[in-house]
DNA sequence: GTAGGGTTAG
């Protein structure tokens, strides 16, 4: 018969040297991001603790983690299969009397083991065969615990894939836990999107989400460096009061700074009141968020406004950053007569400026051309001692690249040398981004060497701007070289630069390489984003595989991603290059299902689609939806409509668009200067 | 607080 009791240390395993996994056999860190209504969160059995020292798990682990890594397909995604395990009927005794070994050990141990193993990443493997090992022997009857402890644990390890790929595994319906684990998953992986879509999907399966979910998608949302989805917040919003869960102060103050971010100021205003309105007093840096966001619309009245309310209300004393905010205002509708007063009452008040308001004003003065008066501030601002740095100096050279004087950039580097301030990884990004931006690939390398004289490792970003430089000059080949560069120098790719090399590959028409830098891409465990997505539906579509680009959409939409107007556009305007204009219109059709807005981008598409199918009366018509919708033609609409115009070779109405543009211009003058002339118009 | 990737005509 054998042993119920655990073994005692077995002679093999004695022989056998210690296999790495005990040593990792640690207290898991305690999960900051686990909720309370998740396995992962219940207080976790130290793995020193008597109980478990009663029994011996080294010859488990030894067996776990060969035996996971003969079967290298499931070690290497570190996803069991369910199909992989052979029935016990043939599993070799030994295994049997292994398993045997275990029937004491009570449930909570268990669970404990494989959350250790589940915490580091070299053990993982060995806690994906636990799971189905347990399983396979019934040793341990509560496989959902088992699989969110597992996907809990790809989720916090950033494999979110296959927390993704295991849920799928795992036998039945997926329960609770599963949309607990998975949801929470998603949201540390940055994939709010994803999260949401997997809430509904819980409802529907009957299952009612709590508080701590939608908390933690919030904070997936905050948390991106990106301003959070506006879309992804509405219906995040409006999902939460469906539920009749009630939003406490700080949901709230989340959801006000979440919708300024999003740039969604009166979602923000409206929610503020409502907070008020409970007589909930939001706090100051909620208060800063929303003149933030105001500003940056460039609302400055209700900015104002909002600033002397709480000002008045004595509930936010305004310090620096309240005042920088609605300087930003000022600065971005390029009233510097404004800003400046904005400037000066902060100096009435006794509130010090910072390095952010020295550097909005600056902003203000290079926006304005006035690079003298930015100059002197510069100075002054060291007068206060305030240490101008390579931050300030970083937008100086971004205003300049912006407004395509890339000439500048050497002046700003000098004058930056004058005061003393040395120039950073940040401020020799925007530099090279500049230089490629204008075709300088010259300047772009020299800027890169120089950089790496300095002693500045470049960083992802950097390798990025130059391989992107590249391509967009067309030098795929150096573009190629340079990606080859960076990983050789250790710096890891990372979705943009996938997104990057992608783009390039598709221009090029090189679809197994394509195909095999997407591979890469999974195997390093990196997700594809909405720009991925967009890539490929516009390099598949520029070159008439719709059918993939097609298929790249609904792959976008099945793993839960928004599809963004670019990516309509860029699927209408393939069309319509090809003057496949039913296709594009239906295109069109399913965008507007979406809930995407039409934009004067997708609609000059649609312009070019008719125009390439000789359908001017259709072409004109997308004009008479323009105007009936608020949205102003441009020069792209007046130009695309010549086009067609040309096509169907209606020549003596070609002038027609021109006059149409000079009306919409109020250029009276120059229509009946166009009338008087007709003989101008071929 | 800053920087990099995906869309329209010629």
Request: charged share 20%; aromatic share 8%.
């Amino acid at each position: 018969m054998l042993p119920v009791s655990p073994p005692p240390p077995s002679a093999a395993s004695r022989f056998l040297s210690p296999p790495p996994a005990l040593s990792l056999c640690r207290l898991s860190p305690p999960s900051k991001t686990a909720t309370s209504t998740t396995a992962a969160s219940t207080a976790p059995t130290p793995l020193t603790s008597l109980e478990f020292r009663r029994y011996d798990f080294a010859p488990l682990l030894e067996f776990l983690s060969s035996s996971s890594s003969s079967s290298s397909a499931s070690a290497a995604s570190a996803v069991p299969t369910a199909d992989a395990a052979p029935p016990p009927a043939q599993l070799d005794p030994a295994e049997l009397r292994l398993a045997e070994s275990y029937r004491a050990v009570p449930a909570h141990l268990w669970h404990a083991l494989l959350k250790s193993l589940a915490s580091s990443p070299s053990t993982l493997p060995s806690a994906a065969a636990l799971v189905p090992w347990l399983e396979r022997h019934r040793l341990c009857f509560s496989s959902d615990l088992l699989y969110s402890i597992l996907i809990h644990a790809l989720g916090r390890s950033r494999r979110l894939h296959h927390a993704l790929l295991l849920s799928t595994s795992a036998p039945g319906p997926p329960s609770a836990l599963t949309f607990n684990a998975l949801i929470s998953a998603s949201a540390i992986n940055g994939r709010p999107g994803q999260a949401l879509h997997l809430l509904s999907l819980m409802r529907r399966h009957g299952f009612l989400s709590d508080h701590p979910n939608y908390t933690l998608v919030l904070q997936s949302l905050l948390r991106s460096p990106d301003p959070p989805d506006p879309f992804l917040l509405t219906r995040l919003h409006s999902d939460l009061l469906s539920q009749r869960l009630e939003l406490d102060a700080r949901l709230i103050s989340d959801f006000v700074v979440a919708f300024s971010r999003a740039g969604e100021p009166d979602h923000a205003l409206s929610l503020l009141a409502a907070a008020q309105a409970q007589g909930l007093t939001p706090k100051t840096s909620t208060v800063v968020a929303l003149l933030s966001a105001l500003g940056a619309a460039g609302r400055v009245a209700e900015a104002e406004a909002l600033f002397l309310e709480f000002h008045a209300a004595a509930e936010l004393q305004p310090r620096t950053r309240a005042y920088n905010a609605l300087l930003k205002g000022y600065v971005k509708i390029g009233a510097l007569k404004d800003a400046e007063l904005v400037f000066e009452e902060m100096e009435r008040c006794s509130v010090s400026p910072d390095e952010g308001t020295y550097s909005l004003l600056i902003d203000a003065y290079t926006n304005a051309g006035r690079w003298e008066s930015a100059r002197i501030l510069i100075k002054e601002m060291e007068m206060n001692g305030v240490q101008p740095n390579s931050y300030v100096f970083s937008r100086i050279l971004a205003s300049f690249r912006d407004k395509g004087e890339w000439q500048k950039s050497f002046a700003v580097l000098r004058e930056m040398r004058n005061n003393g301030v040395r120039p950073d990884r940040h401020f020799y990004n925007v530099m090279i981004d500049g230089f490629g931006k204008y075709n300088c690939l010259h300047h772009a390398m020299d800027a890169f060497e120089r950089m790496r004289s300095d002693g500045i490792e470049p960083d992802a970003i950097t390798w990025n701007t130059l391989i992107d430089s590249h391509c967009k000059a067309g030098r795929h080949d150096k573009a190629m070289e340079l990606f080859q560069e960076m990983q050789e120098s250790g710096c890891m790719p990372c979705t943009t630069t996938y997104n990057i090399v992608i783009n390039s590959l598709g221009q090029q028409e090189r679809w197994e390489e394509l195909k095999e830098m997407l591979e890469r891409m999974k195997a390093q465990g990196l997700l594809l984003n909405v720009v991925t997505y967009t890539t490929l539906v516009d390099v598949y579509g520029k070159s008439g595989r719709f059918k993939d680009a097609i298929e790249c959409l609904e792959a976008m939409k099945a793993g839960g991603l928004k599809p963004s107007p670019t990516m309509y556009h860029a699927l209408v305007n393939a069309y319509a290059q090809r003057g496949l204009s039913e296709q594009a219109i239906n295109a069109f059709r399913v965008m507007r299902a979406d809930g995407i807005k039409p934009s004067i981008i997708v609609l000059n598409s649609l312009i070019n689609a008719f125009g390439e199918d000789q359908r001017d009366t259709e072409a004109f018509s997308v004009l008479q939806f323009m105007k009936e919708n608020d949205l102003k033609p441009d020069v792209v609409t007046y130009t695309t409509l010549m086009k067609t115009l040309i096509r169907v070779e209606k020549f003596e109405k070609v002038m027609t668009p021109v006059l149409l543009f000079l009306f919409d211009k109020q250029m009276y003058l120059f229509c009946s200067f166009a009338v008087a002339f007709p003989n101008l118009s071929i």
